[in-house]
């Protein structure tokens, strides 16, 4: 599914962001609520729906 897939991604590029030694802030964006917004998909979370899923994994995994 589209968000396992994201999940993926984010995790992977968290992983090799901290591997690198990187401490500073990560902003977070979330553009697939445009496939939503225009009445593509409505499968996919709304942007602001879709930054706090990002943060919450985020904070979840320990990550950040």
């Known amino acids: ?5 994201s999940k993926t991604r984010v995790l992977t590029a968290i992983f090799i962001i901290k591997k690198a030694g990187f401490k500073g802030y ?3 964006e979330y553009e697939s609520g445009l496939m939503r917004s225009m009445g593509k998909d409505e499968s996919y979370l709304s942007n602001d729906e879709g930054v706090a899923a990002t943060k919450k ?8």
Do not use: P, Q
């Open 1 to 5: 599914s589209n968000l396992s897939l």
């Open 26 to 28: 990560v902003g977070i």
């Open 57 to 64: 994994l985020l904070e979840k995994t320990g990550l950040l």
